[in-house]
């Protein structure tokens, strides 16, 4: 366990970038499982039998659960971060694309699947202490990342000021799950209507804006 999380093995980095349709069925199965069984009662054997491969197949795409677990956060997070991509948001206006970002976020966290995984982790972290660190480097840190690298590149083309982007996109990440993603995990309220995620990402992108604004 020592070396896993996003440090894992290339084939699962393969996998991560573009799943072949095997390693798409093995996440699939995945996925289930752990949130049928939780992370700590999920085993290997039953992962090859909700995918219906071999454990030899298994083992050839993934090193062991816990780079698996790796690869599904990731795989979650993919139609994400590549929502963050400069060819996605350079071309819109700054407001515009800091929204699209918002959306895309909520849509992720917000999901049924999302929100089950992330009970998950915080159930079973204590007693699996690389859980905790496989999720954030996995998933919220990429995504972060990547908002960190468009807001320097705004910075850099004179339509923000952002000393220190990873904060700024934190600060953003920040505002938006706060809104909702603590009654949503604790089943206090369902998913909030359109109405409300577009309020709180138009706040969002306002404070952002007009605290980093240029002069």
């Known amino acids: 366990m020592a070396k896993a999380g996003v440090a894992v093995a290339r084939r699962e980095e393969v996998v991560a970038g573009l799943p072949s349709p095997k390693a798409g069925q093995i996440l699939l199965a995945a996925r289930k499982v752990f949130m049928r069984d939780g992370y700590g009662s999920a085993s290997m054997d ?4 909700e995918a219906a491969v071999s454990k030899a197949t298994l083992y050839a795409h993934f090193s062991g659960k816990e780079a698996l677990f790796a690869a599904v956060i990731r795989e979650r997070c993919q139609h994400l971060t590549r929502s ?21 976020f909520l849509d992720l966290i917000l999901s049924p699947e999302a929100v089950a995984i992330y009970r998950v982790v915080v159930a079973e972290a204590p ?18 990342r990547s908002l960190a690298d468009y807001l320097a590149a705004a910075a850099r083309r004179g339509l923000l000021a952002v000393p220190e982007p990873y904060l700024a996109a934190e600060q953003f990440v920040g505002m ?8 949503r995990v604790l089943g206090v309220a369902g998913r909030p209507s359109d109405a409300q995620i ?9 404070v952002l804006t007009r605290g980093y604004a240029v002069g």
């Not at 039953?46 to 039998?49: P, S």
């Not at 938006?176 to 009654?183: A, D, G, I, T, V």
């Open 127 to 144: 007693r699996f202490k690389e859980l905790g660190r496989v999720f954030y480097e996995s998933g919220p840190m990429q995504v972060k």
């Open 46 to 49: 039953a992962i090859a039998r």
């Open 176 to 183: 938006l799950q706060s809104h909702f993603h603590l009654m």
């Open 84 to 104: 963050l991509s400069p060819a996605e948001l350079e071309p819109l206006e700054l407001a515009e694309a800091l929204r699209r970002v918002g959306r895309h």
């Open 198 to 206: 577009a309020q709180a990402i138009e706040l969002a992108v306002r």
